[in-house]
């Protein structure tokens, strides 16, 4: 049974077919890494902004950057894509007149535009929540120590926000990676685009296999990279709960079990 499906699985493979399109599948991947790296790079600019609007104590800028996230994560992404790239061909004359047409004709550009926006929505709201999560109490004994708000945020506030979000962040690089393969229906030669070139003028359905195969690769990768680093930027909180552990260890004296111990412990019935 499995020596069969082994067989099935090797015929699959038509080498054949990967020799002919192996470089055009290499420059589909280029192409769905830039606009995956610029939207993201651009969406997490503009998502500071929007995040600083949503905290904000003044009612307008609130509001309208409420209206902006609720729009870009409440609508499907392959929308937002059909509003700027097809949208743009009917104000034409006006984007021309204003000299941005050449940005809009483009799909690589308007797929840029379209997910930066996408993704600064989720961005602002990853970092409103860690902004959030932050203890206040922390804040308040940095005020009490005369440091500035600027060096509040940067020393106290952003160092313990930005780990709390780097996880998160990782889940929304992940997320667009995948929904880049959307821009291949606005005629954009990534990955996808390719794949389905080679399609339409080959009629092998294992194409789309390999370019699964090359989305999982990519996605793992980022995945195990971004595990490196949360685990490299959070090595100081090991050693601190260590500590916390071996003082309380110490301090309860011998023959006693710590409270760390037996928080999570189920009691029998």
Known sequence: ???????????????GLLADWWQRLLAGVATTLEVVVISCGLGF????????????????????????????????????????????????????????????????????????LNTAAYQAEIMRGALASVPKGQIEAARSLGLSAFRINRHVIWPQALLIALRPFGNEFISIIKASALTAIVTLQDLMGVTRIAFSRTFDFTIYLYCAIIFLIMTELVRRVWNRIERALSKHLLFTRAAAAAAEAESVGPGRVPLTATQGAVEPH
Do not use: N
């Open 45 to 116: 600019v503009l998502a500071y902004p929007i995040c600083v609007a949503r905290r904000s104590s003044h009612w307008l800028w609130s509001k309208l950057a409420l209206g902006y996230v609720t729009f870009f994560r409440g609508t499907p992404l392959l929308c937002q894509l059909y509003l700027v790239y097809y949208g743009a061909g009917e104000i034409r004359p006006f984007l021309t007149d204003i000299g941005i047409w050449w940005f809009f004709r483009e799909a690589f550009y308007c797929s840029i535009f379209a997910f930066t």
């Open 1 to 15: 049974m499995a020596d069969a499906l082994l067989a099935q699985l090797a015929a699959l493979i038509d080498y």
